[in-house]
């Protein structure tokens, strides 16, 4: 395929080197995850860029770069010099010059400040307008596009204006997909726009010289797990513990249902101890617990324990591993004849009574516990006095533990093994909330990731270049490739000896991340899908 030669117009301040003097160019243009680069390799006859020469270009100095074929040269990127690099020996004499775009502006300042329910446009349009100075307008149109995601709170302090960029581009959502891209164009101007909105007009259609196809796992997640805000009791109804036998386990002594003398519902759990006194013990095991802060119980017996002992015990993970808090003090003070509620502050390091008063503290009682892997209680007393049983009953259990969710998919697990993915957001208020981020995740992330470099010598794209985030066709029979891919970066080498413009393409195709209230279907939820928080530090 016959194509015209590859031409050149580069400004560098108020240095423009002809065509002839330039030996190769090579532009790369990213988006969303880098700013755009570039380089030229200059012939430098007596001096003639050097500093103090005829044409001295100078770093900190601002430019552009056109490349094109034919009449048709449009400008790729708008330049800043930040590197000079004098190359000599005898015979031959050169330049390096490079920088990059001015998306460089971007990583200048950092920020300290706190936004406070602000749409994501918002935030971005005053990072631009206040921290960077990079313009968001052409031609009366703004470039800055709206979201549908509301923060509730950011908080940074010291953080890259490009952080923080970043975050609002891979969290905010729009008509139901999440994930925004930004870029500097040609002209400067910041462009930030919904991922996959855009589409070029170039073909690649009998074009593509080389390709290489890959297909990989490395970010295969295909057990997701989602922690959201503190909130949640367990058992959800604290008094079901104490109205049935079910999941508890007696190891010393025995148990039963009292019906005489409840504090609350129909039963209490009764734990009697051996005849002639001893130990009386009951434990169960459930799912590990999600930052859970406080165990309560409302306990009562007969007398006093004498010379023995009593404890609260949380297996963490297992039994070979526990905390135990002494609570014989507060039995024997609060307790005799009476019910009192017994309120343990979970990894506080204090034991509380009803009074919010401290009268114990939890110690190690085996191995090396872990205060997020709680998952096993356990009542035990031992009797020497006059107890001859002890009753318990609600409120019962864990108080304002995370909400959680578990999505996972096993045909991807028996393809790829077990991978997972855990993520925390304190916005989340539910478990029916947390499992739908964890689906929205999974249905992107179980299946492995495609990616494509393709270069060609042979493109010509007129006055309308390649720009990374816009969506292009490719077809490779061989591969089975038929499909739109995402361009990730786009590179422009053109090189004088062989009078060639080879352009590379990295290409990237993924599932789109569905905003999370697609899934909830009729019971679409504002709440989950267009407000978030998050804290950068």
């Not at 507060?330 to 009074?355: H, R």
């Not at 009953?393 to 959680?404: R, T, V």
């Not at 689906?439 to 010509?460: C, F, G, H, M, W």
């Not at 991340?513 to 009729?522: E, R």
Request: charged share 20%.
């Amino acid at each position: 395929m016959s194509v015209d030669i590859p031409k050149l117009t580069v400004a560098l301040g108020s240095v423009a080197p002809p065509q002839g003097d330039i030996i190769e160019a090579r532009v790369h243009l990213g988006a969303t995850k880098e700013v755009s680069s570039w380089e030229l390799l200059l012939q430098n006859w007596d001096k003639k860029y050097s500093p103090g020469g005829t044409y001295p270009i100078n770093v900190g100095s601002d430019g552009y770069i056109c490349i094109g074929r034919g009449s048709n040269v449009p400008q790729i990127i708008t330049t800043r010099t930040e590197s000079i690099k004098c190359e000599s020996s005898p015979n031959e004499n050169y330049l390096r010059v490079s920088g990059r775009c001015w998306g460089e502006k971007l990583f200048r300042r950092v920020v300290t400040k706190m936004y406070s329910n602000q749409k994501g446009e918002a935030i971005v349009k005053d990072l631009l307008d206040y921290y960077s100075g990079l313009s968001h307008v052409r031609d009366a149109t703004e470039l800055v596009e709206d979201t549908d995601t509301t923060y509730t709170k950011l908080e940074y302090e010291n953080t890259p204006v490009f952080d923080i960029l970043k975050y609002i581009a891979g969290s905010a959502d729009k008509a139901g997909v999440i994930g925004f891209d930004f870029r500097v164009a040609p002209d400067g101007k910041f462009e930030f726009f919904a991922r996959n909105s855009k589409s070029s007009s170039v073909s690649l259609s009998e074009k593509i010289e080389t390709s290489e196809y890959r297909k990989d796992i490395h970010c295969v997640r295909n057990k997701i797990k989602i922690y959201g805000s503190q909130g949640k009791n367990f058992p959800s109804n604290l008094d079901s513990w104490s109205e049935s036998l079910d999941g508890w386990t007696c190891d010393s002594g025995s148990m039963s249902l009292n019906s005489t003398q409840q504090r609350k519902g129909t039963y209490c759990l009764q734990v009697n101890t051996p005849s002639g006194g001893g130990v009386a013990s009951v434990y169960r095991t459930f799912d590990t617990l999600v930052k859970p802060q406080t165990f309560v119980v409302w306990a009562r017996m007969p007398g006093n324990l004498g010379g023995g002992y009593a404890y609260v015990r949380l297996a963490a993970p297992d039994w070979s591993n526990y905390f135990q808090a002494d609570i014989k003090s507060f039995l024997e003070n609060n307790c005799i004849n009476t019910w009192a509620l017994l309120s343990l502050a979970l990894g506080s390091g204090n034991m509380y009574d009803a009074e919010n008063n401290p009268s114990g503290a939890w110690t190690v009682g085996a191995g090396n516990p872990q205060w997020n892997q709680i998952s096993g209680l356990k009542l035990i007393a031992n009797c020497v006095g006059a107890t001859s049983y002890f009753l318990w009953d609600g409120d019962f259990g864990f108080l304002n533990c995370a909400f959680s969710a578990v999505a996972e998919n096993s045909a991807s697990q028996s393809a790829y093994g077990l991978r997972e993915l855990t993520d925390t957001d304190e916005e989340l208020g539910s478990d029916n909330e947390c499992l739908l981020r964890a689906n929205a995740i999974l249905a992107q992330l179980k299946d492995p990731a495609e990616y494509l470099t393709v270069r060609s010598t042979v493109i010509d794209y007129g006055t309308t270049p390649l720009f990374p985030g816009d969506k292009i066709t490719v077809v490779l029979p061989n591969e089975n490739v038929n499909a739109d891919f995402r361009i990730l970066s786009v590179e422009y080498y053109v090189n004088a000896r062989t009078q060639t413009l080879e352009i590379t393409l990295e290409l990237g195709r993924e599932v789109p991340l569905l905003a999370d209230y697609v899934y909830a279907l009729k019971s679409k939820t504002d709440h989950l899908s267009r407000h978030k928080i998050a804290r950068l530090m």
